[in-house]
């Protein structure tokens, strides 16, 4: 239920930036008449989104035995891949989205073109909403249908709630410090899903164990599955109480090696505001005079 929520929590709220951006934009522009072409692309990208995931759900649905085994290790593991890009492809590209976005409301505007107005939200959010399927299908294989919903409508709540004090220009959101933690969470779900599935893939007998299991911490009660930090270690970090060696290796490989990337691009302070403010707010040093014996000899 968490790791559904805090991927339609990011994944939602990216989507709403980008129409909030694009409508605020509009607003500012006096061009209000044409937010009803904005929400018919949003809605059109949602909409085939929606189908995608209908047709997968009823497909994976009618699989069984391994075929459903090796197709939740396929998901888990392009899942993984995709988290990760995403979130270095979001540090990076955050401050330039508002930007590219305005640049080309301005061309559709100048064009005068319905569809390419529309196309502005619709290939954004049509990107989002698929990696956001893709997210909750691979969280599904690791809870229940019902937990994945419930979840990932408490995400995307969240989502909207952002957005709209975004769009409203509320001055207690910090956008930058929400990426960067969520950033950091969604590394740990990423890591997760990895080491779900070579591990899927060893029971499967595709790759070897050496050792299994590594430890066995199943005989305490609170972190075996079944129970609710069990399952919410499971769902958000991809917790095994059992673990074979190369599943763990998975695991801490991932988190040492991208989680070090991650944060070594980060801007510092990554947690909290830059106190421009304080440093700007202080007079410069005057420039002491220059000697007079220099200034003779220059002349």
Known sequence: ????????????????????????????????DRFPVIWAGAGVAIGIALALGVILFATIGELHGDARKITFTAIMLTASGVLTWMIFWMRKQARAVKGELQQKVDQALLVGSAGAL???VFVGVLRESIETVLFFLAAAG????LNSLVGGSLGLAGAIVLAIGFYKGASWMDLRQFFAVSGAIVLLFAAGLFARGLAELQVLGAIPTFWYPVFDLSWITPLAPGNFLGDLARGLFGWNPAPSIEELGAWVGYVAV???LYFRGLPRPWFGRMPVRAAASKPAPAAAPAPAAETSDAA
């Open 118 to 120: 529309a196309g502005v």
């Open 258 to 260: 991208i989680g070090t």
């Open 1 to 32: 239920m968490v790791g559904s929520a805090l991927i339609l929590l990011r994944e939602g709220l990216e989507g709403a930036l980008i129409i909030a951006i694009v409508l605020a934009y509009l607003g500012k522009l006096g061009r209000r």
């Open 142 to 145: 690791q809870t229940s249908t």
